[in-house]
């Protein structure tokens, strides 16, 4: 089981920050939030500006399906985790869809600028792009995003289903 595996490891080294985010992550996936709350509290603890552990605290917050989801405190821990580092894709990517879920499209495609600058690789940061795009009215800059987004992750059903969408309309 990975959550003892994790706590286990814990116990043996107490300050192994890799090993809380481990077992936090692993807590999310099986949305155990409280669990994953517990540790990310214990984590920032010790380690206050922790990038992983700020990025790991604003997805618990921002998780769909968990009873205390708040979205202001998704965007303070990722703005906190960016203050410090600034050009870490993933939080830049979370950061981006937050801002879209919560209509502050200027900041989303800022983002998702940035997410796409410094991991040129990843689709889902052309995704959201290319969501900001259809946002905008933009739907050709829209279709762009969304044909690399596919090339560069060709399971990316949303990007499909968004690119298909579009594509119907007028």
């Known amino acids: 089981d990975e959550v003892l595996l994790w706590q286990e490891s814990i116990k043996l080294y107490p300050r192994n920050e890799r090993a809380y985010i481990n077992l936090a992550n692993e807590f999310l996936r099986t949305q155990r939030f ?7 509290e214990k984590l920032l603890e ?3 500006r922790y990038v ?9 917050h921002y998780f769909p ?4 989801r708040n979205l202001e405190k998704a965007a303070y821990f990722f703005q906190s985790a960016l203050a410090d580092n600034p ?23 800022d983002y998702f600028q940035r997410s796409i600058a410094f991991d040129p690789r ?23 995003y969304l044909q690399l987004a596919i090339r560069l992750e060709p399971a990316n059903v949303a990007a499909r289903a968004l690119l298909a969408q579009i594509s119907e309309a007028p």
Do not use: C, W
């Not at 409280?34 to 990310?40: Q, S, T």
């Not at 992983?52 to 618990?60: E, F, N, Q, R, V």
């Not at 399906?65 to 205390?68: E, F, K, T």
């Open 34 to 40: 409280e669990d994953a709350n517990l540790v990310l």
């Open 46 to 48: 010790m380690y206050p």
């Open 52 to 60: 992983d552990a700020l990025t790991t605290m604003g997805l618990l």
């Open 65 to 68: 399906s968990n009873p205390h």
């Open 87 to 109: 050009n870490q894709p993933n939080t830049l990517l979370n950061a981006g869809f937050l801002m879209l879920e919560l209509g502050k499209i200027p900041d989303a495609e």
């Open 122 to 144: 990843n689709g889902r940061a052309y995704y959201g792009a290319g969501q900001v795009s259809v946002k905008k009215g933009e739907i050709l800059k829209a279709r762009e």
